[in-house]
Every structure is written in C-alpha cells, then in structure tokens.
C-alpha cells in the first residue's frame, strides 16, 4: 500500500501539529474516539516547548533559538550553552535528559486525575518532591549561608529548630486557616486582601515576621514574590491538601525521564495505540482553508485535507518570561533528597527558593523578584548518578543570566559538605516568553497557547485541550466522560486467583 | 478507520456489556468458591491429610482469610504431614507451656490420621531416630529435623504475607502467624528461632509504618519485643531502641495515641536500665516535658497528646504508691513543676483562644494543684477556674450536663454567674 496516497486519500478528521502538551493530551483524550487523526510535528523528536534532551540535542536547539531578538516563530531565546573550563566530569551526550519543562505537579492536580482516568498513567514513573528550602545568607563573613527547610505540616512545624515557638503557633494558625479558607468566617477575613499582594495579607492580618513571609510565598513558587492574596491562598491550600495524598510527607510528584516530556510522549503513544498516525519531521509548508475543510501541505511534500486543524500558537511575550539556567552538577547533593519522616520515599527533586533581597547585590541593579531553583537527582534519569541538575527559573531581564549564575554559585557554597564543593559541568541558559494562556479559533484552525511558565504544573493548561476535544466531538460528546477510558483488553489484573 | 459517532457508542455500549459481564464473572466466582469450600471439608471430615489437600486450603485462604476453621485445618496438615514429628528421646525442643498447649488444639483425629494419610511426606528420619543415646547419627537427623522445620515455618511464613497486605487486621492470619512462630522456639535452635523473630519485628515495623495508628499492629509488636528480650531466644532488653522507636513514630504523626502509650510503657523500664540517678530522672522528664510541650505548641486540638501531658503530670501529681519518674521530688519540686506546666499552657492562649482541651486542662491542673497543697483554690483561683469553665460551657454546649456537674462540685456557680 502507497503510504502517501493513503496520506491524501483519506480526509482527515483532525491534524494535530506539535507534540507539545495541550496536542498530546489531546491525541490522548481521543485515542478511543475512533477518529481518522494525523498528528504531525516539524521536529524529529517529541515535546515541542516541554521536550528533554539530550546533550547532542541541546546543542542542536540552542544553535536553533540563540537569537537575542523576540522571536515570531518559537517561545524561546538567547539559548547559549557554556561549560566552565578545565572542569572534567560530564559524561557522554545521551547519559542525560534535560527537562524544558521541569514543572513539579502537585497531587490534586487535574493532570493526574486525569492521566490516572484515561489509564495512561500506568506508563509513567512518578518520584516524590520533597523538601522545600529557603537560602538563607551568612550572617557574617565568616559563615557559609545556609538553606533552610520549610516545614508545610503540623510535623515538620514540630520538628523544626529555625522558628520559636510563638512563630510556629503563627504559622500553624495560618495553615489551619488556609485549609478552610473559602468558608467563612476565613472568607470574611481575607476578601478585602484579595487582589493585594499576599505578603500584606500575612504580615497585616496574621503579624507574620518577614522570615514566616517568605516561607509562604515560597510555597506558593510565586515569580515575582507579588502573588495576590486570592491566587496566594488558592496555591498554598493546593500545596497542604496535596500533602500526604500520594504518601507520607510530600505534595507534589515529577514524572521520571524529562518531566512534562515524558508525559506527551506517553500520551502521543496512547494516541498511537488508538490508530493516529503519526510523523515527526513533518510540519505544515502551505495552507489552504475551505469551508468544510482545509488543504495542507507537509514539508514532506504530503498533500493532505482534513475536516480541522489544532496547533500550538503564538510565542506569547504579552506577559513577562522567564530566564532559565540548566545547570549539571558534580555531586549528588544528598542533603536535598532525604526523606523527611520515616517510611516517606526518597525524594528525587526538591525545591529551593531564594526570596527577593537574599542575594547579595554584586554593586549591580537591586534583585527585585525571588529566584527558584528546582533541584532534580539522578533517580529523575535525568543524569548518571553520582551527579545532579539544577533548574534554576528567574523573572527575565536583561541581567538575568548573571543573576542566575550568581544564585548557582551561592547556592554552591550552601552546600558545600564536608566532601569537596560540588562543581558545574555545564550551563544551559535560555529565556522563555510568558503568555496570557487562551487559546484562539479561527474557522477549522483551533491554537493551543504558548506554555505556562508556572514551576508547578498550571491546571489552566488542561482549559483549552478540553475545549479542543469538544471541537472535534461535536454532540458526540455530549454526555460520554472526557479523558475517561478502561483497560484496553489483555490487561491483567487480581481476578486470576480465582483460576 | 472512520467510525461516525464512533466514541459515544464505543464508551456508553461498553460499559452496559460490562456491567452484565460483571454480573456473569461474580457468579463464575461464586461458583468457584464454594466447589472449592466443600472439596475441602470434605476431604478434613474424611481426614484426608495430604499434600492435595493443603495446596487446597493455600487456595481457599487466599480467597478468604477469615475462615478460621480452614486455618485449623492447615495446622493439623501441617503437624501430620510437612513438620517433621518429634521423635522420643532426640528431641531439640524447650518443652514449653505454649506448645503443649498447641499440641491440644489438635483434635484426636490428627493422631489417628497419620496413620490413615495416604500420602503424607516421607519424615527425614535416620533408622536410629526414636532411640535413645546420642549416636553421631542422632544429632544428623535432628539437624536434619531443625532445617526441614525451619524451611516449612518459614514458607508458611510467607505464605500468610500476601494475605496480610490485603487484611491487616485479620486475627486469624496473624493468629496463625503468632501458632508458627511458637513452632519456631519449640523446634528450632535459638538462634534460628531468635532470626526468625527478628524479622517478625521487621514485619510489624512495616505494617506500622503503613498505618502507624494500628493498635493490633502496636500490641503485637509489644509482643515480639517481649519475646525477642525472652531467655528462651537468648534477649536482652530493648527498651532504649523500642523508645527511639517511639520517637520516630511520633515525629511521623504526632496524632498517634499508640505510639504515645508505648512511650509511657517503656520509661519506667527505661530508667531502671540506665539506673538513673535522681539528677538524671529530672533531666529525663525535663526533656520529656519539653518535648510534649513541643508538641501541644502546634497541636493544642489533638487528645492524645494532651493524654501523654497528662501522663506526666500524674507523675508529679499522684506519685503515693505508683512508680514515678521522679520518686525522689520534694513537695517543693512537684509544685514547681505543676505550676510551671500551668503558666506554659495558659501561654497557649495567647494564639489558640478557642481550643477547647487546653480550657480542660487548665481546670484540671489547677485543682490537682490544690489537692497537692492541700489546699482549696483560692479567690483568684476562683476566678480563673470559673473563667475557663464558662468558655467550655461556650465551646462545647453539647456537654452542658458536664460543665454543670463540674460547676456544682467545684462550688463555683456563683462565680460563674458572675461573668454573665
């Protein structure tokens, strides 16, 4: 059989171009439609703006996206990669996996619901998030500055030895108030804080010390450290109610082997599975939009129509972006990844915060937003072990490489145990436009936005991949549960004691 | 390929099938189970002992762990079959009270059975077995013996495993467990009977470890713990390890009454095996006193840590008769103490006004205050006291009959009818 008639022979219901998220989980959410679905994506590999790579592939995409200059056609810019000098150590190019989209996805979020209703998260491996710190400067000269744990449960308020016991009554009255924070007389209390910045809300109300301050705020992995009171509490009862709800003592989970990549790829395989066809290398060179339907030309050279067309759209830049330095590091950095209590899992990523003001001002332009750094182990596969990777997420500026790698070196130096200090390998920087998250339709053309720029995964990107699949179902939907699938046949399970 | 309409039909019409197919596979099931039942009663009553019969109840268990008639069948398998039977004169075992004791559970028909099994498992036994004397031969076959034992206990061991991840807190499966392991100290050497508990420590570490407030869990850890300390597995205390324990625990959950009861179990043993001096009993509760302080500090609302508190204070409080902590505290001492305990709880209320077993606790240690002064509570006791019982009768209307009992008692309504 001609593939390439086939290709133009059959009209297609629906072509998605890109494998990023929002398309992936859409080939999943009609991976049992029965839909004719031709899902194509111009690179050679999975992913779009969420892919992992690895060093060979880095390479390849930052020679791709160094462009200091706004781009019209991608999210990303002024990539560069460096590698500090006579530094031995890094290994072979497909030893590691780095992750473009490092999100942290915490237990109540719709993702996994939804990955856990549609079965396809049989196929990926989740590793807790564990402890989240603080970077606390030195005191003096003298001392090494230090991190500092976040306690997020009665427990760890407990345990910890950094806040008095007046501070943890504070912080526990506020905890206890967050859990029920939509229900009166909570509502009474924070409503006329809503649209101001959380840190009035805590140290107005609840007569929070600066330090308590930035705890919260850091558990909320607030960019600019201004989260409004209103999205401030609604992340941080995400963050408690999440807790514990997957196991002991963690909140979030990281998919293994790239993150959010991991996931595409597992939902674009179930798509597969359902009979889409599909073809990387392949993006879409001409257009041509009837009333019924629209005539595509591959860059394969393909000639295909089909009833509907989604894509990623848009390189956002209406809001502001990120900055971000992948860093490969050394050393394991144990002391980031021990479970907290006992009979938790070994944490494979941990979170650590430095609020605004806690990096010293080099006689540069003040800091004026915190700085993030999602610390990944090598049980991610994300590196061999003995090493780690650091994903290090700053508000973009023009001095925000510099800023970056001055939060890598200090953070460095916080860690720095009894062995030798633990070195970088290898820089990967890169800046990333923010964009304001809806998605567009025109005619037969459905657009995904451009990603979130959330360091927790933002359940806004399932809105427009729900609204895609309405599309294409038509009435059809009505009624039938979205993302909602049995076992496939063969599947096995505990009834087989009864043979 | 195209299907029109095609996911409606396929989700909605699938799950109505599936529904009716469920139906079909529960009575296939049904089916199974109760063919599977009476070919096991019926081969016991026939006393059929044989190895058929016992893969027969592994299956039967597997699916119904609590049909404790069927565990005692298993017993009796084993004792007549795969066990190896003790032979007169060359014996290994401590003749102890627990196993005559499961030597009686067996009925009568075990004795007769084995000698109309048809097919029971040939004993590893030497022709000198059953003499007297000890021949070079004698000691081979009841090593012999001892690893045969060893290797059906520890099976059998493992098979209860699966059976318990799914029941927890099923007795008999535990039941029969505990029946194996006393097989163990009666058959085995020590320090093969001793490994085997170990790992029964492991065990209960774990089933706590995933549901730390299962107080089955917490008994039958006491248990293997007494055990492991026993002559007869040649132990020695752990008391220092089982408090550590405790501490984990605790820091796991605060919530955990179990975990907190142990702890007051242990301490007394505790302090006797350090042989703590009065200086290192203070400094002992001290620790314990802040540490419960701690806690009380970011859970004023949980019970079970206010019990733990309240442990202590009867300690210094109720110290005629009863072993304490600190036997050697002077009145001074205890009333320091109390009065202290009663000035960090009141700091409490500073940020937790309206939790309701802090009021409680207040009331009751300013009476028992008193009672250790002999004394009645003074004007501005008085006061106080008809203070937090007012903000009880606001927090918990519900035990209204209480507060007022309390309040007649205590001869304070007058003053609390004064805060109207």
Known sequence: ?499 | MADQGGSQHGIARTSRVRTEEQKLLEQEKIRKYRELEDQVRSHVSQNHYTPEVFQLTSRLLKLNPEYYTIWNDRRRLLISGLLSKPSVGSSPSRASPSSSQSATTTTPSAASSSSSSTATPPRPASPTAGTSGTTADDEVSTQQQQENDRDVLKSELNFTIPLLLESPKCYWIWSYRLWLLNLAIERLPTAAARRIWEEELGLASKMLSKDQRNFHAWGYRRHVVAQLESAELGGSSMAEAEFEYTDKMIRKDLSNFSAWHSRSKIIPRLLDEWKADDAARRAFLDKELGLIRDALNVGPEDQSLWYYHRYLMLNLVNFVGHPTITPAFTQEDRVTYVVREIEDIRELLEDYDDVQLIYEALFDYTLHLCQLEERQPDPEERVELAGWLKKLMVLDPMRSGRWADLERDTGLVAEVAALE
């Open chain 1, 1 to 499: 059989m001609d593939f390439s008639s086939e290709l133009s022979d059959t009209l297609w219901d629906v072509v998605i171009c890109g494998t990023g998220l929002p398309q992936s989980l859409l080939a999943l959410s009609l991976s049992r439609s029965g839909k004719n679905i031709l899902h194509i994506d111009p690179n050679d590999y999975y992913g779009s703006a969420e892919a992992a790579f690895s060093l060979q592939e880095a390479d390849d995409w930052v020679a791709r996206h160094s462009t200091t200059a706004a781009s019209s056609t991608s999210v990303f810019k002024s990539a560069s990669i460096t590698k500090p000098e006579n530094v031995v150590g890094l290994s072979f190019p497909r030893a590691y996996t780095l992750a473009l989209a490092p999100q942290l996805i915490h237990a109540r979020s719709e993702l996994l619901s939804q990955l856990v209703s549609s079965r396809a998260y049989r196929q990926v491996e989740f590793l807790a998030v564990g402890s989240f710190f603080v970077f606390k400067p030195s005191s003096s000269p003298s001392l090494a500055p230090t991190l500092v744990r976040i306690p997020s449960t009665r427990e760890d308020v407990f345990s910890t030895t950094a806040i008095s016991a007046k501070a943890k009554r504070g912080l526990m009255k506020f905890l206890k108030f967050v859990v029920d924070y939509n229900s009166s007389p909570q509502t009474e209390s924070w409503h006329p804080y809503a649209d101001v910045p959380l840190v009035d809300f805590l140290r107005e109300h609840f007569k929070m010390d600066a330090e308590l301050q930035t705890y919260i705020i850091t558990l909320t992995l607030s960019l600019d450290g201004r989260i409004s009171t209103k999205d401030g509490l609604a992340t941080i009862h995400r963050h408690l109610s999440s807790m514990g709800m997957l196991g002991p003592n963690f909140a979030a989970v990281y998919p293994k082997w790239g993150g959010i990549s991991e996931i595409a790829q597992v939902s674009c395989r179930a798509g597969a599975v359902g009979g889409a066809v599909y073809m990387l290398g392949n993006g879409i060179k001409e257009m041509t939009v009837g009333e019924n339907e629209i005539s595509l030309e591959l860059t394969s050279g393909d000639k295909v129509r089909t009833r509907r067309l989604f894509r990623g759209e848009g390189t956002g830049g209406d809001e502001t972006g990120i900055g971000r330095l992948v860093a490969i590091i050394s050393s394991p950095l144990k002391s980031l990844f021990e479970p907290t209590i006992e009979g938790a899992p070994k944490p494979g990523v941990a979170v650590i915060a430095f609020p605004t003001g806690s990096l010293a001002s080099a006689g540069e332009a003040d800091i004026d937003c915190p700085i993030y750094v999602l610390a990944h182990s090598s049980d991610t596969g994300e590196c061999p072990i003995g090493q780690s990777v650091l994903y290090l997420t700053t508000l973009s500026s023009s001095d925000s490489k510099n800023t970056l790698h001055r939060a890598l070196e200090s953070m460095l130096i916080a860690l720095d145990g009894e062995q030798q200090r633990p070195e970088s390998l290898y820089h990967l920087y890169y800046e990333q436009a923010g964009s304001s998250m809806r998605s567009q339709q025109e005619d037969l053309i459905f657009g995904f936005p451009p990603p979130s720029l959330s360091l927790s995964f933002d359940d806004a990107t399932l809105g427009p991949v729900r609204e895609a699949w309405n599309v294409v179902m038509g009435e059809a939907g009505v009624g039938t549960d979205y993302m909602a699938f049995p076992d496939r046949e063969g599947y096995v399970d505990d009834d087989e004691m009864y043979d």
